[in-house]
């Protein structure tokens, strides 16, 4: 295809498509009032507010300079109604259609969208999906992770280098989902059904990482929330940044500021738990050898007690004994054999105690201390 001009005689640079878009729009239309819903207000210590202007068919990013937001007043309420005066423009750098604000006017009145999200609260509410009664634990060493989110978004990409940097062999159970659009309500609500599925799950994570409050609309829905709160498993709502905070943050076990802490409250930290248990270990070793010396100790200690009774049982025997010996050293006839005495003794060795027990001629034997000597009775009388 051959062009009747070169491109470097009428293209225009990015820098001059900005500014004549800016001097056409600030030219054409001028300072104006508008009418719509505030969303995603942010007061900056610089004194600057950053917010959107909403309706039911468009949005337009607004900023309020110092200078005009100090005679406001308090930052209005997320989805309150307001009338603003600006002047529409064009932000060159980002090229960006906003609207310069330098008067607002709060109403009472709730905007659609806030109205809207009012009454899915109040009916989660009625059906306790709040109750912090209902509310599941985390298990501690989960067998697997089921992660709905988008397959092209960063949070995934967080989850895993996180998991992988706490338990890599700790399985994850990823199920792709839009989480923002028209379509996204109904995908997320076919997720997480796929979730009670999944028999190696014990946690279900869902997220996104952030985004402008129109972004994380879906996760404001009843049926996302109604889904969520029937998952088997327990579960960590992690959508958008840190102090964005949805209904399905308040319907979910667990909340978590981002995917990332998310993670980290669900996967435990391989290392971290290892020296748990090294240092349970070391308490038992530990405690096992302060018993181990406290029973020896004991058993030293009832020991020396027992042969001290034994040694005094065997002491008190022996005196015993000895004086027996000594009553029975008394009574023995050698004594009185010593004393000068003899003893007569038959042939049949019988003593011979009285004078009857003797006759005339008849042999018998006298026992004497140092042995015996062989009589015969001579004469009874």
């Not at 491109?7 to 990015?14: K, L, M």
């Not at 001059?16 to 210590?45: F, H, N, P």
């Not at 100090?70 to 930052?75: K, L, T, Y």
């Not at 004594?335 to 105690?353: E, I, K, M, N, T």
Request: net charge positive; hydrophobic share 45%.
């Amino acid at each position: 295809m051959t062009l009747p001009f070169a491109p470097s005689d009428t293209a225009w640079t990015v820098a001059q498509l900005t500014r004549a878009a800016r001097r056409s729009v600030e030219g054409d239309l001028g300072a104006l009032w508008v009418r719509g819903e505030i969303t995603g207000l942010r007061a900056y210590q610089s004194g600057h507010w950053y917010f959107s202007l909403r309706d039911a068919e468009a949005q337009v990013r607004c900023t309020m300079w110092r200078s005009h937001a100090s005679r406001a007043g308090a930052p209005p309420a997320e989805g309150a109604q307001v009338f603003v005066f600006g002047t529409p423009t064009v932000w060159e750098e980002k090229g960006e259609f906003r609207l310069n604000v330098t008067e607002l006017l709060a109403t009472e009145a709730i905007g659609p969208a806030q109205l809207a999200l009012e009454r899915v609260k109040a009916a989660l509410h009625k059906d306790g999906l709040f109750d912090p009664a209902r509310k599941r634990p985390l298990p501690e060493l989960p067998r697997g992770i089921a992660v709905v989110t988008s397959l092209d978004g960063a949070a995934l990409r967080d989850i895993i280098i996180v998991t992988r940097k706490r338990w890599p062999a700790l399985p994850l159970r990823v199920i792709g989902t839009r989480v923002q659009g028209v379509e996204a309500e109904a995908e997320l609500v076919r997720a997480l059904g796929l979730v009670n599925r999944l028999a190696d799950v014990d946690v279900c994570v869902v997220g996104r990482g952030g985004g402008s409050k129109d972004d994380l609309s879906v996760f404001n829905t009843e049926a996302v929330c109604r889904a969520l709160a029937a998952v088997r498993v327990p579960t960590v709502s992690a959508v958008g940044h840190e102090t964005d905070i949805s209904l399905t943050d308040l319907v979910a076990d667990v909340r978590a500021a981002t995917p990332s802490a998310a993670i980290e409250l669900v996967v435990p930290d391989r290392t971290e738990l290892l020296e748990r248990v090294r240092a349970q270990a070391r308490r038992l070793t530990g405690g096992l050898t302060r018993r181990t010396r406290v029973a020896d100790e004991r058993l030293a200690r009832t020991a020396d007690r027992l042969q001290t009774a034994l040694e005094q049982k065997l002491e008190r025997r022996q005196l015993q004994v000895s004086h027996l010996a000594a009553q029975l050293e008394a009574l023995s006839p050698l004594r009185l054999l010593d004393r000068g005495y003899g003893v007569a003794q038959g042939a049949d060795g019988r003593v011979l105690r009285r004078r009857r027990d003797f006759t005339v001629r008849m042999p018998f034997t006298l026992r004497v201390s140092d042995g015996a000597v062989g009589a015969r009775v001579e004469e009874v009388s």
